[in-house]
T-cell receptor
């Protein structure tokens, strides 16, 4: 089946630094990818839609200058958390629609970010 | 706005059936999904149902959709300890790939 990977799986950084998270579709091309954030024991909240070759579309309340998204190729989207603070600590998950039947999309394994 | 609600917790005995319920608000959703998340892991798509269907069965999983009441359920037959996880229902937003997730139901299967 379709596979979406994320790297790194876990990252710990100091407050004020920037962290880049990669999302790759391994065996299919994805013109669109989605970034979600999950707080502990909470649901997933859609942050933004990453569009290959154009600007990302952010959901209401998500700071675009804080969470930079780049979708440079049909298989890679990156989320950069800039000037990270402890409140940015969370589980970040990406997803990519396969464009196949059922409108299914596959989720990456997630990246746990801890900001000290 | 769109909203998806689930009960937070369900505990069943191994071998029994589990039924996880979900209500949603967007009547234009084309697909409704069930995902499973194990501790510290990403989401695993379990099954999905097209909005013009009432029921879908896939091995131990049965999805029931009541479109009039905007109610979705997932039944797991012969529940096993390996089924212990958090189950999320999700609806597609205005028939796009964007998903609105419920809060998740934590299923605990007792031996």
């Amino acid at each position: 089946g379709a596979v979406v990977s994320q790297h790194p799986s876990r990252v710990i950084c100091k407050s004020g630094t920037s962290v880049k998270i990669e999302c790759r579709s391994l065996d299919f091309q994805a013109t669109t990818m989605f970034w979600y954030r999950q707080f502990p024991k909470k649901s997933l909240m859609l942050m933004a839609t990453s569009n290959e070759g154009s600007k990302a579309t952010y959901e209401q309340g998500v700071e675009k200058d804080k969470f930079l998204i780049n979708h440079a190729s049909l298989t890679l989207s990156t989320l950069t958390v800039t000037s990270a603070h402890p409140e940015d600590s969370s589980f970040y998950i990406c997803s990519a629609p396969t464009g196949g039947g059922g409108d299914t999309q596959y989720f990456g394994p997630g990246t746990r970010l801890t900001v000290l | 706005g769109e909203d998806v609600e689930q009960s937070l917790f369900l505990s069943v005995r191994e071998g029994d059936s589990s039924v996880i319920n979900c209500t949603y608000t967007d009547s234009s959703s084309t697909y409704l999904y069930w995902y499973k998340q194990e501790p510290g892991a990403g989401l695993q798509l379990l099954t999905y149902i097209f909005s013009n269907m009432d029921m879908k069965q896939d091995q131990r999983l049965t999805v029931l959709l009541n479109k009039k009441d905007k109610h979705l359920s997932l039944r797991i037959a012969d529940t096993q300890t390996g089924d212990s996880a958090i189950y999320f229902c999700a609806e597609s937003i205005r028939s796009s790939y964007k998903l609105i997730f419920g809060s998740g139901t934590r299923l605990l299967v007792r031996p």
